[in-house]
C-alpha cells in the first residue's frame, strides 16, 4: 500500500516543512475528525505532545480542525505517548492524538493516532484519512465540516498527569516498594519531564534527575534513550542502584546497570518473560519481536520453551501479533516494551517498573537479573537516500545474495528502509567480527552506490 503521510509510526517530518506544517495539521485534525465522527452527542478526541516548540504550532492546527469537524478537544499537554493511549481508553474518547517525533531531534516532529481503545490506527483506516486529507488540501472537498451549532469545544484536563501516574502505579505489585533504591531518570528533556521523577519518588526511591529542565530546542539533546552514555557516567557518580532513560515521548526505555553497562530492550523482554512465566502471568506461547531483536534472545526464549514471533519493525506490528497470538509481552531492541496486561503501546515506565520489581522482590541488582543471554555480535549502518531505490535487483541483490551465502545460517541479514527517516538501515548479525564487518560494509557499499545512480 502507498502511504502518502504516514509512516511506520504516523507522519512525521520537518516541523514546518512539508508535511509537518500547521496546514496539513489542520487537515488531518478534519479528516480525522469526519472519520471518527458517529454523528452523535460527546463525540471527543484528546490531544497529548511532547515538550518541542513546533508543538505549539500543530495543536493549536489539530484542536481547530477537529473542532471544525464538529468533535470535543480535550488538551492534556505535555504528556507520554503510553499517557495519550490510555487517556484516550479512560476519557472514553473516539480518538488519541500525540504530537512526537520520539526520538528525534527537536527540528523534526510528528503526529500518530490512537483509535478508542487505545491502538494504533490499521493501514486501511489510515489510508482513508489520507484520502480524505488530499481532498482537503486540494480543495476538492468544501463539506464536511460541522454546522456552526454543532462545533466542538477544547478544554484543558487539568488531572491528566495524575491519572497516568496512577495508572503506573497500579501495574506494580502492592507488596514491594523502592525504598532504598537510588534511581537516575533521564527523561530526554521530553514528555515525562515532570511525571517520571515523581513516579519513582512516590513509590519510595531515592531520585536523581537528568534531562528534566526541557526548553522546547533540547529534547533528546546529548540525553535520553538514544543518548545513555551520560546516564551510565550519572549512575557512576552518584552509587545509583539503576539509570532509567526514556526518550522524547517515553515509549521505549534503555537501563543503565550500577556498573554504568547499558542494557537494551532484548534484554528487558527477556528478563520479563521469565519473570512472568515463573509467577504464571505471561500469556501465550511466547513473546513478539522484530527483525531487529539479536538472535541471542531467540535462542534465549526457545531455552524457556517458549516460541518468539517476529515481525517488522515497528511497535505497532509487535501490538497487532501480540493481539493475533494471544500474547502479553512484546518489544524492540530499541526498548518498545509492550505489555498488554496494563497499556496497548509501548511504555517505558511501565517496563522499567517491572524490571524494578524483579530486582527489588529477588534482592539482586540490575547487573544479574538483566543479562539473561550473550548477544550474538550486531551492528546496524544506516545509509542516506535521496529516493527510493529497489533493494531486490542489480548490485543491491547481488550484494544480499552474497551476504547471506557468506553467514550460512549462522547469522543474519536484515535491509530495510527507515519509516520515519530517509534511510535505509542495513543489520547484520554474526559469529565473528570479521564475518560481520565483511557482510555490513560490502551491503551498504551496494545500497550507497545504487542511492548515488538514483539520485
Request: some cysteine; glycine content about 12%; overall charge negative.
Given at each position: 500500500?502507498?502511504?502518502?503521510?504516514?509512516?511506520?509510526?504516523?507522519?512525521?517530518g520537518?516541523?514546518?516543512?512539508?508535511?509537518?506544517?500547521?496546514?496539513?495539521?489542520?487537515?488531518?485534525?478534519?479528516?480525522?475528525?469526519?472519520?471518527?465522527?458517529?454523528?452523535?452527542?460527546?463525540?471527543?478526541?484528546?490531544?497529548?505532545?511532547?515538550?518541542?516548540?513546533?508543538?505549539?504550532?500543530?495543536?493549536?492546527?489539530?484542536?481547530?480542525g477537529?473542532?471544525?469537524?464538529?468533535?470535543?478537544?480535550?488538551?492534556?499537554?505535555?504528556?507520554?505517548?503510553?499517557?495519550?493511549?490510555?487517556?484516550?481508553?479512560?476519557?472514553?474518547?473516539?480518538?488519541?492524538?500525540?504530537?512526537?517525533?520520539?526520538?528525534?531531534?527537536?527540528?523534526?516532529?510528528?503526529?500518530?493516532?490512537?483509535?478508542?481503545?487505545?491502538?494504533?490506527?490499521?493501514?486501511?483506516?489510515?489510508?482513508?484519512?489520507e484520502?480524505?486529507?488530499?481532498?482537503?488540501?486540494?480543495?476538492?472537498?468544501?463539506?464536511?465540516?460541522?454546522?456552526?451549532?454543532?462545533?466542538?469545544?477544547?478544554?484543558?484536563?487539568?488531572?491528566a498527569?495524575?491519572?497516568?501516574?496512577?495508572?503506573l502505579?497500579?501495574?506494580?505489585?502492592?507488596?514491594?516498594?523502592l525504598?532504598?533504591?537510588?534511581?537516575?531518570?533521564?527523561?530526554?528533556?521530553?514528555?515525562?519531564?515532570?511525571?517520571?521523577?515523581?513516579l519513582?519518588?512516590?513509590?519510595?526511591?531515592?531520585?536523581?534527575?537528568?534531562?528534566?529542565?526541557?526548553?522546547?530546542?533540547?529534547?533528546?539533546?546529548?540525553?535520553?534513550?538514544?543518548?545513555?552514555?551520560?546516564?551510565?557516567?550519572?549512575?557512576?557518580?552518584?552509587?545509583?542502584?539503576?539509570?532509567?532513560?526514556?526518550?522524547?515521548?517515553?515509549?521505549?526505555?534503555?537501563?543503565?546497570?550500577?556498573?554504568?553497562?547499558?542494557?537494551?530492550?532484548?534484554?528487558?523482554?527477556?528478563?520479563?518473560?521469565?519473570?512472568?512465566?515463573?509467577?504464571?502471568?505471561?500469556?501465550?506461547?511466547?513473546?513478539?519481536?522484530?527483525?531487529?531483536?539479536?538472535?541471542?534472545?531467540?535462542?534465549?526464549?526457545?531455552?524457556?520453551?517458549?516460541?518468539?514471533?517476529?515481525?517488522?519493525?515497528?511497535?505497532r506490528?509487535?501490538?497487532?501479533?501480540?493481539?493475533e497470538?494471544?500474547?502479553?509481552?512484546?518489544?524492540?531492541?530499541?526498548?518498545?516494551?509492550?505489555?498488554?496486561?496494563?497499556?496497548?503501546?509501548?511504555?517505558?515506565?511501565?517496563?522499567?517498573?517491572?524490571v524494578?520489581?524483579?530486582?527489588?522482590?529477588?534482592?539482586?541488582?540490575?547487573?544479574?537479573?538483566?543479562?539473561?543471554?550473550?548477544?550474538?555480535?550486531?551492528?546496524?549502518?544506516?545509509?542516506?537516500v535521496?529516493?527510493?531505490?529497489?533493494?531486490?535487483?542489480?548490485?543491491?541483490?547481488?550484494?544480499?545474495?552474497?551476504?547471506?551465502?557468506?553467514?550460512?545460517?549462522?547469522?543474519?541479514?536484515?535491509v530495510?528502509?527507515?519509516?520515519?527517516?530517509?534511510?535505509?538501515?542495513?543489520?547484520?548479525?554474526?559469529?565473528?567480527?570479521?564475518?560481520?564487518?565483511?557482510?555490513?560494509?560490502?551491503?551498504?557499499?551496494?545500497?550507497?552506490?545504487?542511492?548515488?545512480?538514483?539520485?
Amino acid at each position: 500500500m502507498q502511504r502518502r503521510f504516514f509512516g511506520t509510526d504516523g507522519i512525521r517530518g520537518t516541523a514546518n516543512a512539508w508535511p509537518m506544517t500547521a496546514e496539513v495539521a489542520l487537515a488531518l485534525g478534519r479528516a480525522a475528525g469526519e472519520t471518527f465522527r458517529r454523528g452523535e452527542h460527546g463525540d471527543r478526541v484528546v490531544i497529548g505532545k511532547d515538550t518541542r516548540l513546533s508543538g505549539y504550532m500543530l495543536e493549536p492546527a489539530l484542536t481547530a480542525g477537529f473542532v471544525s469537524a464538529g468533535m470535543g478537544v480535550m488538551l492534556v499537554g505535555p504528556m507520554p505517548t503510553p499517557a495519550v493511549a490510555f487517556l484516550t481508553r479512560s476519557l472514553r474518547a473516539d480518538l488519541g492524538v500525540m504530537v512526537s517525533a520520539s526520538h528525534n531531534p527537536f527540528a523534526d516532529n510528528g503526529i500518530k493516532l490512537f483509535g478508542p481503545e487505545g491502538l494504533k490506527l490499521s493501514d486501511q483506516v489510515e489510508a482513508e484519512i489520507e484520502d480524505l486529507m488530499l481532498r482537503y488540501l486540494s480543495g476538492e472537498r468544501r463539506d464536511g465540516h460541522a454546522r456552526p451549532e454543532a462545533l466542538g469545544r477544547a478544554r484543558r484536563v487539568e488531572d491528566a498527569r495524575g491519572r497516568y501516574i496512577e495508572n503506573l502505579k497500579a501495574s506494580f505489585p502492592k507488596d514491594l516498594d523502592l525504598a532504598g533504591l537510588k534511581v537516575v531518570v533521564d527523561a530526554a528533556n521530553g514528555a515525562a519531564y515532570h511525571i517520571a521523577p515523581d513516579l519513582f519518588f512516590e513509590l519510595g526511591a531515592e531520585v536523581v534527575e537528568r534531562g528534566t529542565e526541557p526548553d522546547g530546542l533540547n529534547i533528546n539533546d546529548g540525553c535520553g534513550s538514544t543518548s545513555p552514555d551520560g546516564l551510565a557516567a550519572a549512575v557512576r557518580e552518584a552509587g545509583a542502584d539503576i539509570g532509567i532513560a526514556l526518550d522524547g515521548d517515553a515509549d521505549r526505555l534503555i537501563l543503565v546497570d550500577e556498573t554504568g553497562a547499558v542494557v537494551d530492550g532484548d534484554q528487558v523482554l527477556a528478563l520479563i518473560a521469565r519473570s512472568w512465566l515463573r509467577a504464571g502471568l505471561l500469556k501465550g506461547d511466547g513473546i513478539a519481536a522484530t527483525l531487529m531483536s539479536n538472535f541471542g534472545l531467540e535462542r534465549f526464549i526457545e531455552t524457556l520453551g517458549l516460541a518468539l514471533h517476529r515481525t517488522q519493525v515497528g511497535d505497532r506490528y509487535v501490538a497487532e501479533r501480540m493481539r493475533e497470538r494471544g500474547l502479553n509481552v512484546g518489544g524492540e531492541p530499541s526498548g518498545h516494551i509492550i505489555l498488554a496486561d496494563f497499556g496497548t503501546t509501548g511504555d517505558g515506565l511501565m517496563a522499567a517498573l517491572q524490571v524494578l520489581a524483579v530486582m527489588r522482590r529477588g534482592g539482586r541488582p540490575l547487573s544479574e537479573v538483566a543479562r539473561c543471554f550473550d548477544p550474538l555480535p550486531q551492528r546496524l549502518k544506516n545509509v542516506r537516500v535521496a529516493r527510493r531505490i529497489d533493494l531486490g535487483a542489480g548490485r543491491v541483490k547481488a550484494a544480499l545474495d552474497a551476504g547471506h551465502a557468506r553467514l550460512d545460517g549462522q547469522g543474519r541479514l536484515v535491509v530495510r528502509p527507515s519509516g520515519t527517516e530517509p534511510l535505509i538501515r542495513v543489520m547484520v548479525e554474526a559469529r565473528d567480527e570479521a564475518t560481520l564487518g565483511e557482510v555490513l560494509e560490502t551491503v551498504a557499499a551496494a545500497i550507497e552506490a545504487e542511492a548515488k545512480q538514483a539520485a
